[in-house]
């Protein structure tokens, strides 16, 4: 009898161990080797690493398509109030400080003649351009961003810049807690059949 527990104990140890190595190994086998690898008469390698351009261009798919495009931009850019604060702001920055720092610094004599009073009226003159053609400065400004913004380019050079081992940390810190378990039910699972293994191991004894 005590043999017998003795050797539930180990077949389900054996069994936990084995179960809990293989989930483990097949996580490790998602990054690594990052490098193809020859075994006698196979190749190895990560799959991740192996599919990298396929995964990149399915992420960056997946975000145009599902998360954010240039026409959501577009519509917000549309809902957006060009208020007179907001122009103001905008006028001091562009008008008021580039024209103070590289231009009437550099030059007293225009200093003298564009004075305070000058640079005021220059914003007021712009100021009502633009609230007057407020309209057809956004859709300007819509025009150039669904021409020049790609966010599938941008998502796909930012993934060519990872390395794998980057890649390999910011999907285990994503997904830490998850691939943690994925071992632990491997352990389970491993355990579980090794309880069966026994049971049939006595039934077939019985017979």
Not at 73 to 97: F, P, Q, T
Request: charged fraction near 30%; charge should be neutral.
């Amino acid at each position: 009898m005590r043999n017998l527990i003795l050797q539930f104990c180990l077949m389900v140890l054996v069994g936990t161990l084995i179960g809990w190595f293989t989930n483990y190994l097949a996580i490790k086998l998602l990054f690594r080797p990052y490098k193809e690898m020859n075994f006698l008469f196979f190749k190895i390698q990560g799959l991740i690493p192996k599919r990298r351009a396929e995964i990149s261009l399915n992420i960056a798919d997946v975000v145009e398509k599902e998360l954010i495009s240039v026409d959501d931009i577009a519509e917000k850019i549309e809902e957006m109030d060009i208020s007179d604060g907001v122009i103001d702001r905008l006028l001091d920055k562009v008008i008021g400080e580039k024209l103070q720092k590289n231009i009437l610094d550099k030059n007293p004599l225009l200093k003298m003649i564009i004075n305070d009073s000058v640079i005021q009226k220059i914003k007021s003159y712009f100021k009502k351009s633009i609230l007057e053609n407020k309209e057809e400065i956004v859709e300007e400004i819509i025009k150039i961003a669904k021409e020049k913004i790609n966010f599938r380019e941008i998502i796909l050079d930012k993934m060519e810049n990872f390395s794998l081992q980057e890649i390999e940390e910011i999907i285990l810190r994503i997904s830490k807690n998850e691939l943690k378990h994925i071992e632990i039910i491997g352990g389970v699972l491993g355990g579980i059949i090794a309880v069966f293994q026994f049971l049939l191991m006595l039934v077939l004894k019985a017979i």
